[in-house]
C-alpha cells in the first residue's frame, strides 16, 4: 500500500487570478498607463471557459479581483454594469459549485486616484471606504470570501522604495504615508464588510517569508534575520491582526540574509541557490512550513491564497507543488489551522512589468489565439484536489 498523505475534511483547492492580469481591457488604472496588458487572456468575456477548465482539474475554490477602475471609473461615480459582470461571474462559479474568495484590492488603482497622489492621500482610505461601501452589498451575498488587500508589503517596497512598480517612487516620507494608510483601508474595509454581514469572512492576503541566514554561523546575520522577521513579517500583520477572519498566506520563495563584511551595503539579499523558478526565484518549499508555523501566533485560520513557479517548460511545477503541500501537510499535522491551498494561477498571464513572458499558469495560454491547454502538471495537481490527499512515492 503507498503510503498517503490525507488533507482535513472539507480542505479547499482552487487557484487564484487578478483582474489586471487575466481580464483585458483595462485601460483607466495606473498599471495600464504603465504597463499595458491588452487583451490579456480575455478573462472578462471567457470566464466561463476558464471555470469550466478549473472544475474539470477539481478545483472548489476561485480568487480574482474586482477592479476599482472599471467600477469607480471617475471619482464618486459608480459604474452599475460592471458591478453586474462580477456578479455573474460569481454566480458562475455558485452553478459550478466553486467557492469565491474576491479580492477588493490587487494593485490596480483608478487613475483618478492616482492623480490624486494615490495612497499616499491622506483621504485614500476614505475613497477606498466609499467604494467598498458600493461594491460590497451587491455582491456580498454571492462571496464566500472577502480579501481586502492583496500584498500591500509589495507596493511598499516596489513602490515607494525600489520605485520599480507604480507610482514609481523612492520616497522614505512616501512609503511611511502609504504603510499608515494601507493598515486604515484594511482595518476600515474590515468594519464595512462587517456592518453589512456579520457572518462575512473577511481576510487580508499578506507574502510574509521564512527569513533564513547566508551563513550558518555568522552572528550579524543572525540578528538581521531576527530584525527582518520582524519588519517584514510581523509589523504590519500586528496592526490589521484584529481585523481580521482569517489570513492569506502567499509564499513564493525564502529571503537570504547575507552579509558582505567587504561589499557595500555590507548587508543584503543573496540568492545562491541553483534549484531556481524561471523568475530567479529560489525554490524552497520548506519555507512554507517554516512560515505557517510562525503565522500560527496570530491564532486564526489561514488559507495559502498564492503559491506557484514560473516554469514555461512544465519541467518543475508538478514537483514544485506537490513539495510544499507535503510541508504544507507538516504544518497543518502539527496544530496550524490551514484550511486551503490557492496555486498561482490558474493560466498563464500578465505578469506585471515581467509581461507575458513568465508562465504562471496550470493552463498554458498562447496570447495570439488565446487557445488555453491544460499542462501535464495540471493533471497532477488536480489528481490531489479530488482525491484530498498525496499519494507518496510516485514520479513526478
Ligand atoms: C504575487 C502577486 C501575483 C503574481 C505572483 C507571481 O506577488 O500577488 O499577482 O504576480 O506574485
Redesign the pocket.
Known sequence: MPKTLKFPPGFLWGSAV?SY?VEGGIENSDWSRDYPAGKACDYYNRYEKYFDLAKELGQNIHRFSIEWSRIEPEEGKFDKAAVEHYKKMLLALRQRNIKSMVTIW??TNPLWFARKGGWENSKSSEYFARFVKFAVPELDNLVDFWATL??PG?LLSHGYLAGIHPPHKKSILGFAKVYGNLIKTHNAAYKIIHSFNQKAKVGIIY?ATFVKSAHKDSIVEKICVKIWEYLRNRMFLNAVRNNADYLGL?Y?FPDNIEFTPFKFPFIGMSNRSKEITDMGWEIFPEGIYHTLKDLKRYNLPIYIT?N?I?DAKDAKRAKFIIDHLRWMHKAISEGVDVRGYLY??LLDNF??TYGFSKR?GLIEMDFGSLEARIRPSALKYAEICKSNRIILDIRY
Open positions: 487578478s492580469q490587487h494593485w492583496n500584498e509589495v507574502n502567499n513564493y498564492e506557484g514560473a498561482w494561477s505578469e506585471w504562471f
